[in-house]
């Protein structure tokens, strides 16, 4: 197999496990089918405005998390932004760490919000590195002269 | 207020004008939301199907729009925006005797509030994110057969 076939298969083969692991779901390729020769780092861009988002709601709710009095509605709002955001990339291991997120906020139990909020950045992180290794390995292919191949 | 880039847009027209006759009629759409990731996403999409976009990040900045003499054939309004939420600005728009179609997009409401948002003047709602072309056919088939124009100003691009 020649160079570009050969990252191209690693490629194909690295998708597929991030499906099959549900790091990502079917929402994340529906955005990559938006792009295109016009819009070549659409993904990117998205997964780039995801993972600040990430970033600031999170600290959101640490910094609401460390209060004598929590205010668990508030904690709670940053929770759904961030399983709005996660559902819409399609970053699903994120959204699920969200919505139990969400139950722990409604009983308004500090012990178990600290978990989750530990949990959303642990699949956050893991996710970020994932999808940094999979817009290298598209680089490569690029680099090598390949074209990106689609996996349903 | 942002104003979305249509080069994109026309480039895929250009593309597109050979083939599938709805992409040929050009709609403009106005996406209301306060995530900049949604505005991101939902652009691409309308964009794709080739639509003009524009982008308000509140209700208020939706209205506001309208006032200053803008006008769109739909709208994608969001529900929990701060300043102005997508219920008050579809009430706002509907007082103004906006006609435009609005469609509710919106993530984890209550039956409640999607009832709210709906009386408040919507003609369609969909949860978000409505990444799914087949949501946003229809919608065009419906703009592409309105025998009434709509009200307002000529729109300036």
């Known amino acids: 197999m020649d160079v570009i076939s050969q990252l191209q298969r690693q490629f194909i083969d690295y998708t597929s496990s991030l499906y099959r692991e549900g790091y990502v779901d079917d929402q994340f390729s529906q955005l990559q089918k938006l792009q295109d020769e016009s819009n070549p780092d659409f993904v990117v861009e998205v997964v780039s405005l ?32 961030l399983k709005g955001s996660s559902s819409s990339v399609g970053a699903s291991r994120v959204k699920n760490a969200c919505i139990a997120f969400r139950t722990f906020c409604e009983a ?7 978990r989750c ?5 642990q699949e956050y992180s893991v996710l970020k590195n994932k999808l940094q290794q999979l817009f290298r390995l598209e680089q490569q292919i690029t680099a090598a002269g390949g074209s990106i191949p689609m996996v349903e | 207020m942002e104003f979305e880039e249509d080069s994109t847009a026309s480039k895929r ?11 040929k009629v050009q709609f403009s759409a106005l ?16 964009n794709s199907l080739g639509f003009q976009t524009r982008v308000a990040k509140s209700g208020k900045e939706a209205v506001d729009l309208y006032h200053a003499g803008a006008n769109f054939d739909i709208v994608f309004m969001d529900m929990q925006m701060p300043v102005m939420n997508g219920i008050e600005a579809t009430k706002e728009l509907r007082g103004m005797g906006v006609s435009t179609k609005i469609v509710g997009v919106s993530s ?4 409640s509030e999607i009832e709210a948002f709906i009386l408040a003047g919507l003609d369609l709602y969909y949860a978000k994110p409505l990444t799914d072309a087949n949501k ?7 703009l592409k057969n309105k025998s009434v124009p709509n009200e307002g100003p000529k729109k300036t691009m």
């Open chain 2, 31 to 46: 996406i209301v939301d306060d995530d900049p990731l949604i505005r991101k996403i939902h652009s691409e999409v309308l």
């Open chain 1, 50 to 81: 995801f993972f600040d988002d990430c970033q600031k709601l999170v600290q959101n709710m640490a910094q609401a998390l460390e209060q004598q009095n929590v205010d668990f509605k508030q904690v709670d709002s940053h929770v759904h932004q």
């Open chain 1, 108 to 114: 308004q139990n500090r012990e178990g919000c600290l």
């Open chain 2, 136 to 142: 946003i056919i229809p919608l065009m088939e419906d």
């Open chain 2, 108 to 111: 984890e409401c209550s039956e």
């Open chain 2, 13 to 23: 027209m250009k593309i597109a004008e050979n083939e599938d006759p709805i992409t």
């Open chain 1, 117 to 121: 909020l530990q949990q959303v950045n």
